[in-house]
């Protein structure tokens, strides 16, 4: 069996985001902006607003994982890995 040299492989193999950063975002926006719709449905005797608190959470979660994980890179990086040249 042969042995294969751990520095030969790309050192950037790993995805460039955390998905838990995603689901958090997602997740803290839903629960934060419900709360805060569910806080003003009680206080103006609704029943409505919780559902848009939580669209709205919902849709800036997603908004911020989007502008966080599609951020451009700073001139003369790539988004490639190195290529080994021999």
């Known amino acids: 069996m042969s042995q294969q040299d751990p520095s ?3 050192q950037d193999d790993r995805p460039r985001g955390d998905p838990w950063h995603a689901f958090g975002y997602i997740v803290s926006g ?3 902006y419900g709360f ?3 806080l003003l449905d009680r206080w103006l005797e609704t029943d ?3 559902a848009l608190g939580i669209i ?3 849709g800036l979660g997603i908004y911020l994982t989007f ?7 700073p001139p003369g990086q790539s988004h490639e890995p ?3 040249q021999n």
């Open 82 to 84: 190195p290529h080994d």
């Open 8 to 10: 030969a492989a790309p």
């Open 48 to 50: 409505f607003i919780v």
């Open 56 to 58: 709205v959470g919902a």
């Open 36 to 38: 805060l719709g569910w």
């Open 30 to 32: 839903v629960a934060f």
């Open 67 to 73: 502008s966080r994980f599609n951020r451009a890179l």
